[in-house]
């Protein structure tokens, strides 16, 4: 059974930053990406950045570009998303999300939630102004 657990969520003020780590359990993480996604109240979970095992490569949506990065741990297995130069805007609920081990190609980088099949309990990023 796949999990997916999280941490380092909590409140800072706008420009400061916060780093979070997702630790999956009985999941291989080869040929297939990771992802963090985030909702807010009121609004559909977005993509935020994903990670693809293949090369490492990764992608975000614009609106964190330059400020989040998405990194793994190799040694420790675990999922990171350092996020600075926090904004109001970036309050959310924060999910790790894992796609199905050994898709093989990079579509899940794409930050849609339809390859994801296994997310994580979500962690609570506030930012105040």
């Known amino acids: 059974q796949v999990q997916l657990l999280e941490s380092g969520g909590g409140s800072v003020q706008a420009g400061g930053s916060l780093r979070l780590s997702c630790v999956p359990s009985g999941y291989t993480y080869s040929g297939t990406c990771m992802a963090w996604f985030r909702q807010a109240p009121g609004k559909e979970r977005e993509g935020v950045a994903a990670?693809?095992?293949?090369?490492?490569?990764?992608n975000y949506v614009d609106s964190v570009k330059g400020r989040f990065t998405i990194s793994r741990d190799i040694d420790t297995n675990t999922l990171y998303l350092q996020m600075d130069s926090l904004k109001p805007e970036d309050t959310a609920t924060y999910y790790c999300?894992?796609?199905?081990?050994?898709?093989?190609?990079?579509?899940?980088?794409?930050?849609?939630?339809?390859?994801?099949?296994?997310w994580g309990q979500g962690t609570q990023v506030t930012v105040s102004s």
């Open positions: 990670r693809y095992s293949v090369g490492g490569a990764t």
């Open positions: 999300a894992a796609a199905r081990t050994g898709l093989w190609n990079n579509f899940c980088l794409q930050l849609h939630p339809g390859p994801y099949n296994y």
